[in-house]
Each structure stands twice: as structure tokens, then as C-alpha cells.
């Protein structure tokens, strides 16, 4: 599966952001996906994840109430609409497909993942 994240940018705290991860390959709803996010220097973070379905979702703590993600089947596209950003939000994110067959559990560690996007740049100003 091919994976191509976009939406980032440069965007003042407080403000918002809406990442999209388009998906080719395979049968889109059969697989979980995530969003991860790495600083330079720091190793790959989990921040959400969601079930093949669209009915599970998981966040990090640290994200949890800002952060929303969502899918679209029909459009084989993952978003990760964010909210009240914080400069410490500031990473490069990296949309992941779950590698095990079925969509039905969360899976929020880096191993679980099999396939990766190319990461989007997000810079949030203090």
C-alpha cells in the first residue's frame, strides 16, 4: 500500500490544522490506521489511531481533546483534523498502515505499523 500524507504547515498556537493521508494498494477498510509524529533527534510518537471501520479511536494523552481522527472509506483517505495547537505540537507526522488484516483493533506502537507515508511538517508558533 502507498501512503501520501499532506496538509501541514505553519500555523500560529492556538490555531488549527487538518492533516489528509490518501491510500492506494489494497482494500482500504480492512486496515487500521495512525498518525505518529517525530522531532528531530526524538524517536516516533504515537498520537491517534482508528479502526478499519471508523468505530474505535485512540489518542496519546497528550493530544486527547484537541486531536480528532477520522476516515473515509469511500475515499481511502485517513484526516487528522488539530485543534488548539501548542508549539510543542510542532514535528513532522507520518500516517501508518496497520499491517495486521482485519481493521478491528487499535494498535498505537510503531511495530504494528507496516506501512508508512512520507510525513507532513508541522511548525506551530508561539
Known amino acids: 500500500v502507498q501512503l501520501q500524507a499532506s496538509g501541514g504547515g505553519l500555523v500560529q498556537a492556538g490555531g488549527s490544522l487538518r492533516l489528509s493521508c490518501a491510500a492506494s494498494?489494497?482494500?482500504?477498510?480492512?486496515?487500521?490506521m495512525g498518525w505518529f509524529r517525530q522531532v528531530p533527534g526524538q524517536e516516533r510518537e504515537f498520537v491517534a489511531a482508528?479502526?478499519?471501520?471508523?468505530?474505535?479511536?485512540h489518542y496519546a494523552d497528550s493530544v486527547k481533546g484537541r486531536f480528532i481522527i477520522s476516515r473515509d472509506n469511500a475515499k481511502n483517505t485517513v484526516y487528522l483534523q488539530m485543534n488548539s495547537l501548542k508549539p510543542e505540537d510542532t514535528a513532522d507526522y507520518y500516517c501508518?498502515?496497520?499491517?495486521?488484516?482485519?481493521?478491528?483493533?487499535?494498535?498505537?506502537?510503531?511495530?504494528?505499523?507496516?506501512?508508512w507515508g512520507q510525513g507532513t511538517q508541522v511548525t506551530v508558533s508561539s
Open positions: 482508528i479502526t478499519g471501520g471508523g468505530r474505535l479511536t
Open positions: 494498494g489494497r482494500t482500504f477498510s480492512n486496515y487500521g
Open positions: 501508518a498502515a496497520d499491517g495486521r488484516l482485519g481493521g478491528l483493533t487499535i494498535t498505537t506502537t510503531t511495530s504494528g505499523y507496516a506501512n
